[in-house]
């Protein structure tokens, strides 16, 4: 089945003790990308990579660190969590064309204490 | 600040009714996505629109994409309870095409 996992699934931390997010796809996209979910704002892409090793900002990359070492994952890093950073991340994937559907995990929810 | 734009945040339907959501942005974009989100979901992606003035339909829903590439609708007619959740607009710069930018969503709550 094509999909995209997120581990974990539920994270509860504390201010500064650094944390991975992972993320998987089974479908060989070039594209992967992250986003947070906050009440009122939307989704807003952290970080994109369009290829492995290849990898961008988004809009709100502060506080963030991804690589891209695999094609089939993308992890995200927070080096020293914030509280600000409670909240709901999403991985996504698509094949990187023009054109494509873009595939989101199930979502982790984060709370930085 | 957010460039793409969507109205309204919030909308209470009677079921058999119609609605439609609206998606602006400051720039022209390359192309606009749709996508769903289920209470407790993830997005799920519902079409895409690429061409100035495009209209597509899937069943009860109607997709358009204004002329200048600058704004985009979601227009659902006859709403079903199914029809609960949040729909998202999510616009593609013309000079980032690895950057999507979403709407904050339109809230649907469907009145049986």
């Known amino acids: 089945e094509a999909q995209v996992t997120q581990n974990p699934r539920y994270l509860i931390t504390v201010t500064g003790k650094k944390l991975t997010v992972t993320c998987s796809q089974n479908?060989?996209?070039?594209?992967m990308s992250w986003y947070r979910q906050d009440p009122g704002l939307g989704l807003r892409q952290i970080y994109y990579?369009?290829?492995?090793?290849?990898?961008d900002k988004g809009d709100v990359p502060e506080g963030y660190k991804v690589s891209r070492k695999e094609k089939r994952n993308f992890p995200l890093i927070l080096e020293s969590p914030s509280p600000n950073q409670t909240s709901l991340y999403f991985c996504?994937?698509?094949?990187?064309?023009?054109?494509?559907?873009?595939?989101f995990g199930p979502g982790t929810r984060l709370t930085v204490l | 600040g957010q460039q793409v734009m969507q109205i309204p945040q919030y909308q209470h339907v009677q079921e058999g009714e119609d609605f439609t959501t609206y998606c602006n942005s400051s720039?022209?974009?390359?192309?606009i996505q749709w996508y769903k989100q289920r209470p407790g979901g993830h997005p799920v992606f519902l079409i895409q629109l690429v061409k100035s003035g495009e209209v597509k339909k899937q069943k009860r829903l109607t997709f358009q994409f204004g002329e200048a590439k600058k704004n985009s609708s979601l227009h659902i007619t006859a709403t079903q309870t199914t029809d609960v959740g949040t729909y998202f607009c999510?616009?593609?710069?013309?000079?980032?095409?690895?950057?999507?930018?979403f709407g904050a969503g339109t809230q649907v709550v469907v009145t049986p």
């Open positions: 999510a616009g593609r710069m013309v000079d980032s095409w690895g950057k999507l930018q």
């Open positions: 996504a994937s698509r094949t990187g064309t023009f054109t494509d559907t873009q595939y």
């Open positions: 990579s369009m290829n492995v090793e290849v990898t």
């Open positions: 479908m060989n996209h070039e594209y």
């Open positions: 720039t022209t974009l390359s192309n």
